[in-house]
């Protein structure tokens, strides 16, 4: 599986952004895809993942402001960012699975990622 990131980029507290991922490489009918992210000098950490049934799970951090969502048709993975807070500033991976029985929130689980998208929020 192959995934690419876009639409990162610089926005202000309270901002909005949406990330993409387009994934191709793949023919299961079950998957788990998620974001995870990075900031400067801490670990990559969890943000979203969302299943092949279209079941979805957020890192306590997130919830209410971040939605994941996916377009099957097209292959791609949204994650919607609202309300956005500096401590949001990061780069953000989209990571693939398609072995996982059931999608989990840990980052080692997921064998397939992209690059990474910058986002920046100033205050």
């Known amino acids: 599986v192959q995934v690419v990131e876009s639409g990162g980029g610089s926005v202000q507290t309270g901002g909005s952004l949406r990330l993409s991922c387009s994934a191709s490489?793949?023919?299961?009918?079950?998957?788990?895809m998620g974001w995870f992210r990075q900031a400067p000098g801490k670990e990559r950490a969890f943000v979203a993942f969302?299943?092949?049934?279209?079941?979805?799970y957020y890192a306590d951090s997130v919830a209410g402001r971040f939605t994941i969502s996916q377009d099957n048709a097209r292959n791609t993975l949204y994650l919607q960012m609202n309300s956005l807070k500096p401590e949001d500033t990061a780069m953000y991976y989209c990571?693939?699975?398609?072995?996982?029985?059931?999608?989990?929130?840990?980052?080692?689980?997921?064998?397939?990622w992209g690059q990474g998208t910058q986002v920046t929020v100033s205050s």
């Open positions: 490489g793949y023919s299961n009918n079950h998957y788990c």
């Open positions: 969302v299943d092949s049934r279209g079941d979805t």
């Open positions: 990571a693939a699975d398609i072995r996982m029985f059931v999608c989990v929130s840990a980052l080692y689980e997921y064998k397939s």
